[in-house]
DNA sequence: GGGCGTGCTGTGGTCTGACCACACAGCTTA
DNA sequence: TAAGCTGTGTGGTCAGACCACAGCACGCCC
């Protein structure tokens, strides 16, 4: 008979957690209805809504009202979300500086541009005559983004796009979260930056020049060359916008 | 006169967010109180909470039962706990493969080890009289590592306490809560990989060797040295504990 | 017999009111 | 002066009520 001393909505949390770790709730599954788990568990329903919500917005969870097999909650693990949201409120209440949001995508995507162009070394070797099917989709956000009359909100927009797509194709599930939550965090600050260049026509073309110089490495399983190139793609981008110094 | 088609406790979240961002509000700061807040925005009370535990989760702020100035909701932009909780219940819910949990932490932590070396280089040149103070507790989790009779869970812990501070002495804080939550994503799966070790003193005794050797990389202001000595320790230590083939 | 509409039912979403434990602050009292 | 007490405001929790919504089954109508 020991008392427990968590909050009602860590009890249901941790309950949650424990299905998940034994393999009781799995991908594509319904939690049980509120009304439930709360009586189940022994907790009020708000106690019961509090957890589901923090689920939700952490990106475990999906919910749906009405009834039918999609109503209540599903379990879909989707990290995207959830990581966008504590980044952009780390970046808000100023627990994560600009600046070291901006380097850790520096590391991230080199490395990934890095590993890309192993892959696709790796993948010649093994298959000579197939080309990287991932790819496909970066080369194609590049040609959209070749279109005449883009608005810098579409442009940036595909740009966000075409480095998300590295990371996808890289197929790390962290990455591609992270990257995401990353870019989603200095969304702001980079829309804002876009108003303190010089020429933004001039920026958009050296921009695309060096996104079809950072896939021409990939492809031709250069792993230093495409790193290096990403890298300065990246620090170059902030150095013109001046985000990083007026950061933080 | 449109309707607001957000649930109410996302309004109530928007809010504190446009606060941070405007700046009114700021680490340090308390927030309304929860019937305050209800009221001003015109939401109940339930709602209010529903935000205020989203916040607490992503470790934004911290919350105090009774009266007093520490009482309250107050805004804390603890980012560790948030990173951890998130990715361990992904981990739960298989939306991250702990393989690419894994791939990540090899990503960051060799650029940390390699940036430490290189931050060493640049402070020699710059004050070569002066030793770099942030290495310092990392050198103390070593001794601490060496201490006889520790118990595997002590030693684990330590383990990767002496892998955060590393990452604490780079300063960089994304990569800090990042590492942090990897960490704790698959702190399950290190303490299980223990147990299929063929022999944990010898095990030990190599980890220990090579965590000198990686400091003393650093130190030695060898970033690629450092890079490299990383790489070999975490890839090894789970090929060692046959944690990635069995993984996910 | 087949098609369609309508109510039933269960879901999450929200609000209200109430009570509790807690902690501080100021007052009262010895 | 010092100890104790009470008032007040805080988050934590619960219970109950109502709403909008979506599916489903029943029954009506053609």
Redesign the interface.
Known sequence: MTVDERRA?EIVLAHI?DD??GGR???GDRLPGERALATELGVGR?SV??AI???E????VRTNVGSGPTAGAI?V???GG??S??????V??????VA??V??RL??ET?VAAELADAVLSAALLHPDRRDPDLGRCAQLLDAMDAPGLSEDEFLTLDAAFHLSLAEACG????I??MAG?RSAIE?YVRAGVERLASWPDTSARLRAEHRGILAAIEAADPTGAHDLVHAHISGYYAETRLTPASR
């Open positions: 909505w957690e998940l770790l709730l799995k991908p708000s809504r509090e919500r923090v689920l917005v952490l990106g475990l379990i693990a989707l990290p959830g990581m949201a504590l980044m952009r409120l780390q808000a209440a100023q627990g994560f500086p070291d949001i380097k850790t590391v991230l490395a790390n599930q962290v990455v979260a992270t990353l702001g």
